[in-house]
């Protein structure tokens, strides 16, 4: 019987900085006394995640939701919206928060990301636009999906929370579709505390997306639009700032973690994991394994509570099915792909400062607990 863990260990841990030096870099904050409201430290992080990102145009917001919805309330979108259930709800509250009806399209089960060849079928007059997530990370079928949305005048706009980082042929995932968020939220490999930002193709968007972080204030006289409250503070940026000087080292550190992982499972054949193709420059940020239950006789439910007897806590990212939810209990939708990956879908532990021995550690005792 191998030894429980002695500390919980989580499905992520947040990258922090060397405390000194955020200590440090917070000092500009009292310094300047500015603490919010497009700060300098907003416009320099700004600055350096637009050439991380390599992105042409980049906007800052507090989270990734709210940028999701701004991003979603730039395009004046109408209608139907096509997207996946397999996602956190944040996707589809975007879209229904503004009024407007997700429509459910089945995933792929090579990468968990909406199947581009079953978009078409649900796609009618009163669709405005397609919405898909790179799920833990994985581009989408880029190419397909923009056909299609050239085909049918539909804008795109990705849920690239999980993306950061990411790049397809040699070309940043946020380069894509009409607008791309990212979440820089405390579990994501890139994190600002909280955090998220839009990067788009059209640089007039820059203009509308100031309004719709700040209340519609256009200047002292006047409120143009009516809007939220969606702008990233100081402190956050600061967290930004540091965190970006660490960030291809937190993916390298992850990549070899998830290789461990890896060279385990492939020798379990009810563990399903999908390798990375060699066209992505990925991130790592996630660690899912599907459990068919046929190959090895217990279910990813059991998997996961004999874990946490490990004092191991998994998450079952994305189960309930957004669409299983009480929330969109209203909405039809036939997505057999997704309801099969959410319920047989678990995230393992991986995160930064992870050890390989903490890997091995988890790989020993699932292989414990399938004997
Ligand atoms: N679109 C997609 C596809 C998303 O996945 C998300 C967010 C969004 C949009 C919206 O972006 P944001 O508005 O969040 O920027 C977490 C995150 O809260 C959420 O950001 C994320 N997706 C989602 C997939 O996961 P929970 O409910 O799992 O969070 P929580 O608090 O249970 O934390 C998860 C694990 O991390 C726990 O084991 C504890 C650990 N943890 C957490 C925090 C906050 C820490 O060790 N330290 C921490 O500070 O939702």
Redesign the pocket.
Same mark, same amino acid.
């Given at each position: 019987m191998i030894e429980k863990f002695e500390k919980p260990l989580?499905? $992520?841990?947040?990258s922090l900085p060397e405390y000194e030096l955020y200590i440090k870099i917070i000092k500009r904050i009292w310094d300047k006394k500015w603490i919010t409201n497009n700060g300098p430290l907003h416009i320099e992080f700004e600055e350096l995640l637009k050439n991380y990102l390599k992105s042409d145009n980049i906007t800052l917001f507090t989270?990734? @939701?709210l940028a999701?919805d701004s991003a979603i309330r730039s395009l004046k979108l109408t209608g139907e919206v096509i997207t996946t259930p397999f $996602? !956190?709800v944040? $996707?589809a509250h975007a879209i229904s928060m503004n009024g407007l009806t997700p429509v459910f399209c089945d995933i792929k089960m090579i990468d968990y990301n909406i199947d581009e060849d079953s978009i078409e079928p649900l796609i009618n007059e009163k669709t405005s636009a397609i919405l898909p997530?790179h799920v833990y990370g994985r581009p989408c079928n880029i190419s397909k999906i923009q056909r299609l949305a050239d085909k049918y005048n539909l804008k795109v706009i990705y849920?690239a929370? @999980?993306a950061f980082g990411v790049e397809l042929d040699g070309t940043s995932i946020g380069d894509f579709g009409d607008i791309s968020m990212f979440?820089f @939220?405390? $579990?994501k490999i890139f994190n600002t505390i909280?955090g998220?930002a839009l990067t788009y193709k059209d640089n007039f968007l820059k203009d509308t997306f100031n309004l719709l972080k700040n209340f519609g204030i256009k200047n002292e006289d006047e409120v143009s639009i009516i809007a939220l409250n969606a702008k990233m503070s100081e402190f956050q940026a600061c967290m930004g700032i540091l965190n970006l000087n660490d960030i291809d080292n937190n993916i390298k550190k992850c990549k070899i973690l998830t290789e461990l992982y890896f060279s385990n499972f492939s020798e379990i054949p009810g563990i399903i994991f999908n390798q990375i193709p060699i066209n992505i420059k990925y991130n790592y940020a996630y660690m899912p394994i599907m459990i068919d239950e046929t190959k090895i006789c217990i279910k990813r439910d059991e998997i996961f509570e004999r874990l946490k007897e490990y004092n191991i !806590?998994t998450?079952k990212?994305f189960y309930p099915l957004v669409t299983n939810t009480f929330a969109y209990s209203h909405i039809n939708s036939n997505t057999p792909n997704a309801t099969y990956v959410s319920n047989r879908i678990l995230c393992l532990p991986i995160f930064s400062d992870m050890t390989l021995h903490q890997v091995q550690k988890v790989c020993d005792i699932i292989k414990e607990i399938l004997k």
């Open positions: 989580l499905v $992520t841990e947040p989270n990734g @939701h999701l $996602t !956190f944040s $996707t997530v849920d929370a @999980h979440s @939220h405390a $579990t909280e998220g !806590f998450r990212y």
